[in-house]
């Protein structure tokens, strides 16, 4: 599928595929592995994962073991939420590194700007001090491209206002009817690339009648027409999925919404209002 090695360029000029798997919730061990094993082969070439997931020594062995070029697999890591200070970020991207075990890494990116246990906190110092070691790593050679993750525009201008380095990449939680306008029209305004996670809601929008009806008219399913949203929004959709099926399914987007079609879209209110909310508006 084409859609599968078309790419976006991101602000340094490292080439990312349009669309990444993501590997959130998939335990250590066979999961993991069989499941980034089954999406390489299936022609996926952005895998996503986190020190966070606990899942990198699995996901490692699978782009090692797939018989695939390195240089083909854009693989993506992140920076534990709770870590602000440099010896920190240091320590905890080496071990990311030899976890994964496959050379280099395409991406890194701060999980969040504050740890997840005290979700909104404010750490602007220490995502500044934090900031300024991701750049260390970047100069190494070790990281194609540093960014962000669930930054919302105060945290940006927080670490832009001392970086030497733009952030390539903010990572937020985005899916039709909550796409978080604030922070996404910031990021296109800086060069910042906007990735989707949960970009199919973890199902939970499968109810819309609006999202059933549109799907019928491409012929085309739910998490489908929600994917092919996004990419057509220019953002880059992460979904996530461990059976074959599902897997085959989400790379199934060469298909083109029409631009009527996509301003209703984009006018949907919340598609997902009982899904978990991780807004980063502010």
Known sequence: MAVLTDTFELNNGTKIPKVGFGTWQIPDGAEAYNSVLT???QGYRHIDTAKAYGNEKSVGKAIRDSGIARKDIFVTSKLPAAIK????????FNETFNDLDIGYLDLYII???????DIGSNHDKGNIEAWKAM???YKTGKVKAIGVSNFNVHD???????AEITPAIDQIQYYVGFTEPKITKF???HGIQVEAYSPLATGDMKSNSTLKELAD??????PQLALRFVIQNDVLPLPKATHEAHIKANKQLDFEISAED???LNALPDTAPTHFHNETQG
Request: charged share 30%; hydrophobic share 40%.
């Open 217 to 222: 008219k491409y012929s085309v399913s739910i």
């Open 156 to 162: 940006l201008e927080n670490i832009l206002k001392d």
């Open 187 to 189: 990021c296109k305004e």
């Open 262 to 264: 996509m301003k209703t």
């Open 111 to 117: 999980h969040a700007p504050w740890p997840w246990g």
């Open 39 to 41: 999406a390489l082969k």
């Open 85 to 92: 200070d440099r010896d920190g970020v240091l320590q905890a």
């Open 135 to 137: 750049e260390e790593i």
